[in-house]
Each structure stands twice: as structure tokens, then as C-alpha cells.
């Protein structure tokens, strides 16, 4: 009789700060915290372990636990939000690609390795300077900053799970199965999300969980470039405002990037997860 194999600690510590990340990031506003943007000013720059303060208060006296809370709202929205859209475009283009093939598959090619050659946060930055534009007389609105920032990240990784999604498809398009399938009439569309698309969804959920560390990292880069997410309501806006302060109250720096430094390891660790059982799975088909 086969035991089941355990899988390692690290499988389970990877998916449990993402968990509890998803899950302050969707219902954080109901948890006994004061608003985010709410000053303390008897309490201004207290440091971790206060009376009443978990995490402390920025120089400003703004609570560091409420802003994490909110922050991952931000962070996990915008990530998966851009991974999920992104991802979903990339991989039906990519697919019918490598299925259809022809002028239409070098078309496709073309436009992903030109896309491709534009770094991802040179593209974000010029994208929410042209849209999300903002001064002393006209700011832009979070929302609106939110909104461009995940298109420009939709945008940067199309080419990538696109490219992913094709390369894996190749390898599908001419198995005995899907050959069958032509042959007795069935419709391209119905052999690809039938028989192509549950054969390539391992290698994309693999290079997704990495690709959603990537995004978080670069919606804080963009935020201490200084056209990111205003206002300290993400983990990037809040290393911006607080990097000011390193001297003074280092937790306004050191918390969110330990959170977003965790977030990223575990999406990482995942990714890997994923794609070492999916070669262990290709390595007895």
C-alpha cells in the first residue's frame, strides 16, 4: 500500500501567511482596529508593544497595525486583481497561438517579445504619469491611481503568462488525444478548454504565484518613486512616508517590508511548490 507523501513545512507556513494575508485583506475592516488614516496625537511615533498600540504609530500618530491591515486590502487587490486579469488574457492568447499557429501565432509573438522588451516599472511609470498625472491643483484620486496601476500591470504581464501558456501548449497540441478529437469533428474552442487548457494550468498557476510577488514589489518601487498609491494606504506608500523617519521610528519601515518581504517569499515558495509537482508530473506522462 503507497503512503501519501507529506509535503514539506515550508508548503504550509507559505500558505498560511497567504491565507491570513487574503483574509485581513477582504475582511480586515471588521477586526477591533482604529481607522488607518486616524491620528493619535498624544501617541505620536510610539514604538511596538505600547499600551495601545500593537505595532506602534508612525511619526504622524497614525496606527502601524490598522495601516498594515489596510495596506494589504491594497496590495493583495491589486496583485491579484492584475495576475488574475492578466494572467487570464495571456493564457488564452497564448494558447490559441500554439493551437492555430500560422500568421496568427507569429503575430502574437511579435507583439509579446515587443512587450516584452520594455522593462515592467518603466512602463508603469510612464503609464501613470500620461493617466494618473497629479499636482498641487489637480491630484489624482486613489481610485483612479489604483485603476491605471492594474492596467499597467495587466499590461506588463500578458507577454509573460502569455508566453508561458504557449510554450507549455506546444507541448499538448499534438497528443494522440487532441489529434482524436480533430479528427472526429470536435470544435477548436471545445478541444482547448477540454483537453489543452487543464493540461497547461499547472505551469500558469506556477508562474502566477510568482508573478504576484513581482507586482507587489513593483507597487512599492513605483510608490517610492513617488506615483504610487498615495497617502500611506499601501504597503509601498507606507515605506515611502516612513523612510523619512528610519532614524527616529524604524518599524514605520522595517513592518511593511517585513510584510511585504513574507508576501513575497511565500508567493515565491508556492510558485516553486507548483512547479516542481508539475516536472514530477510530466516526468511520468
Same mark, same amino acid.
Given at each position: 500500500?503507497?503512503?501519501?507523501?507529506?509535503?514539506?513545512?515550508?508548503? #504550509?507556513? *507559505?500558505?498560511? /501567511?497567504?491565507?491570513?494575508?487574503?483574509?485581513?485583506?477582504?475582511?480586515? /475592516?471588521?477586526?477591533?482596529?482604529?481607522?488607518?488614516?486616524? *491620528?493619535?496625537?498624544?501617541?505620536?511615533?510610539?514604538?511596538?508593544?505600547?499600551?495601545?498600540?500593537?505595532?506602534?504609530?508612525?511619526?504622524?500618530?497614525?496606527?502601524?497595525?490598522?495601516?498594515?491591515?489596510?495596506?494589504?486590502?491594497?496590495?493583495?487587490?491589486?496583485?491579484? @486583481?492584475?495576475?488574475?486579469?492578466?494572467?487570464?488574457?495571456? @493564457?488564452?492568447?497564448?494558447?490559441?497561438?500554439?493551437?492555430?499557429?500560422?500568421? #496568427?501565432? +507569429?503575430?502574437?509573438?511579435? !507583439?509579446? =517579445?515587443? +512587450?516584452?522588451?520594455?522593462? =515592467?516599472?518603466?512602463?508603469?511609470?510612464?503609464? +501613470?504619469s500620461v493617466f494618473a498625472y497629479s499636482d498641487a491643483d =489637480?491630484? *489624482?484620486?486613489?481610485?483612479?491611481?489604483?485603476?491605471?496601476? &492594474?492596467a499597467s500591470l495587466i499590461i506588463v504581464i500578458i507577454p $509573460?503568462?502569455?508566453?508561458?501558456?504557449?510554450?507549455?501548449?506546444?507541448?499538448?497540441?499534438?497528443?494522440?488525444?487532441?489529434?482524436?478529437?480533430?479528427?472526429?469533428?470536435?470544435?477548436?474552442?471545445? $478541444? &482547448?478548454?477540454?483537453?489543452?487548457?487543464? =493540461?497547461? *494550468?499547472? @505551469?500558469?498557476?506556477? $508562474?502566477?504565484?510568482?508573478? !504576484?510577488?513581482?507586482?507587489?514589489?513593483?507597487?512599492?518601487?513605483?510608490?517610492?518613486?513617488?506615483?504610487?498609491?498615495?497617502?500611506?494606504?499601501?504597503?509601498?506608500?507606507?515605506?515611502?512616508?516612513?523612510?523619512?523617519?528610519?532614524?527616529?521610528?524604524?518599524?514605520?519601515? #522595517?513592518?511593511?517590508?517585513?510584510?511585504i518581504a513574507l508576501t513575497v517569499i511565500s508567493s515565491n515558495?508556492?510558485?516553486? #511548490?507548483?512547479?516542481?509537482? +508539475?516536472?514530477?508530473?510530466?516526468?511520468? $506522462?
Amino acid at each position: 500500500m503507497k503512503t501519501r507523501k507529506s509535503r514539506p513545512v515550508g508548503f #504550509y507556513l *507559505a500558505g498560511s /501567511w497567504l491565507g491570513l494575508m487574503v483574509f485581513i485583506g477582504l475582511f480586515g /475592516w471588521i477586526l477591533p482596529l482604529p481607522q488607518w488614516d486616524e *491620528a493619535f496625537f498624544d501617541d505620536l511615533g510610539v514604538g511596538p508593544f505600547s499600551p495601545r498600540h500593537l505595532l506602534g504609530t508612525t511619526q504622524d500618530g497614525y496606527d502601524m497595525l490598522a495601516g498594515l491591515v489596510n495596506g494589504a486590502r491594497l496590495s493583495v487587490f491589486i496583485s491579484f @486583481a492584475s495576475v488574475l486579469i492578466g494572467g487570464g488574457i495571456g @493564457a488564452l492568447i497564448g494558447i490559441t497561438a500554439a493551437y492555430f499557429r500560422g500568421k #496568427y501565432d +507569429l503575430i502574437v509573438v511579435s !507583439i509579446f =517579445n515587443i +512587450l516584452l522588451s520594455i522593462p =515592467n516599472l518603466v512602463l508603469s511609470l510612464a503609464l +501613470l504619469s500620461v493617466f494618473a498625472y497629479s499636482d498641487a491643483d =489637480n491630484p *489624482a484620486s486613489t481610485n483612479r491611481r489604483v485603476m491605471v496601476l &492594474i492596467a499597467s500591470l495587466i499590461i506588463v504581464i500578458i507577454p $509573460i503568462l502569455g508566453r508561458i501558456s504557449r510554450g507549455s501548449a506546444l507541448q499538448w497540441t499534438n497528443r494522440e488525444f487532441v489529434l482524436a478529437s480533430k479528427s472526429m469533428g470536435t470544435k477548436s474552442f471545445t $478541444i &482547448i478548454f477540454k483537453h489543452i487548457l487543464p =493540461n497547461v *494550468a499547472p @505551469a500558469i498557476l506556477s $508562474i502566477g504565484f510568482l508573478a !504576484i510577488g513581482s507586482v507587489i514589489i513593483v507597487e512599492g518601487s513605483l510608490s517610492i518613486l513617488g506615483i504610487g498609491i498615495p497617502g500611506g494606504a499601501s504597503w509601498g506608500s507606507m515605506l515611502a512616508n516612513g523612510r523619512g523617519n528610519i532614524a527616529y521610528s524604524p518599524h514605520e519601515v #522595517y513592518l511593511p517590508a517585513l510584510f511585504i518581504a513574507l508576501t513575497v517569499i511565500s508567493s515565491n515558495w508556492f510558485g516553486d #511548490y507548483v512547479r516542481s509537482s +508539475l516536472d514530477k508530473r510530466e516526468s511520468k $506522462i
